[in-house]
Structures are given as structure tokens and as C-alpha cells.
């Protein structure tokens, strides 16, 4: 069943993976290795892959992406879920990009007025600026 924003429940599963007193993370992630639709996206177009990114889950991005969720996914606004997880800092960020680049992230993909990688380097992290040198070698 969907609710008004065209959110079903795995939606919120998602959002709530790393809650605590929530539902275990362990059944989650076990629960989302059986998604029919890895792109499904509300009517906002944020897609279950952006709500795993928006909790900086490792595990949750990376079963999505194995199941075929597309890393370059626009929701609504025009940007794609690495935006929802490299918007805070996070000690993840690193391995979220790297996986995210692993399965076809494009960094010359326009992220409102400016590329993916002009977005990425305004944070000024270094850590991330290197993920990024790394893919133009």
C-alpha cells in the first residue's frame, strides 16, 4: 500500500534503517534483497536509493545497486542520491562515493548549474577530492 507521496513501506524502512529502537537493521537490509523495483521513486522522484544515501548506509547502497538501481537518478529537483549523502558530512561519505562510482556514477552529470564534480570538490574534502583524482588517472 502507498501513501499519498506514492511511498510504500520499504521506503521508510530505509529512511529509518539507522534509528534506533526501530525496526533491526539486519532485517532491512534482508528484506531489500528482494525488491522488485531497485529505481522506484515517489512523486517527488526520490528513489529508495536516495533514501539510503540521505541515512549513509553502506550496506543499503550497495544491495540497491547490486539489485540495478541506477546511481545517476534524478529525483525531482534535477539531483542524484551521492547529493543526499555528500549534503552532511558523514564518515562514509568516502565509501558511499566510491561504491556510487563503482557501479557508473557519472561525475560530469549536472548537478543543478554545475557538473557532479565541481559539486563534489565545493565541499573542499580532501578525502573525496582524492576518490575523485583517483577516476581521472
Known amino acids: 500500500m502507498k501513501d499519498r507521496f506514492n511511498r510504500d513501506e520499504m521506503f521508510y524502512r530505509i529512511a529509518d ?7 533491526k537493521k539486519d532485517d532491512v537490509l534482508e528484506a531489500m534483497k528482494h525488491i522488485n523495483n531497485p529505481n522506484f521513486q515517489d512523486l517527488n522522484g526520490t528513489s529508495y536509493l536516495h533514501m539510503a544515501c540521505q541515512a549513509h548506509c553502506v550496506e543499503a547502497i550497495e544491495i540497491l545497486l547490486v539489485l540495478g538501481a541506477n546511481p545517476n537518478i534524478n529525483d525531482n529537483r534535477g539531483f542524484s542520491p551521492i547529493t543526499s549523502a555528500l549534503g552532511s558530512i558523514n564518515n562514509n ?10 557501479y557508473g556514477l557519472d561525475l560530469k552529470k549536472m548537478e543543478g548549474n554545475q557538473t557532479l564534480k565541481e559539486w563534489i570538490e565545493m565541499f573542499d574534502d580532501e578525502e573525496l577530492n582524492e576518490i575523485i583524482r583517483k577516476t581521472e588517472k
Not at 534503517?17 to 525496526?23: A, H, L, R, V
Not at 561519505?93 to 563503482?102: D, E, F, P, R, S
Open 17 to 23: 534503517i539507522n534509528i534506533p529502537m526501530k525496526e
Open 93 to 102: 561519505n568516502g565509501a558511499i562515493l566510491n561504491l556510487m562510482l563503482q
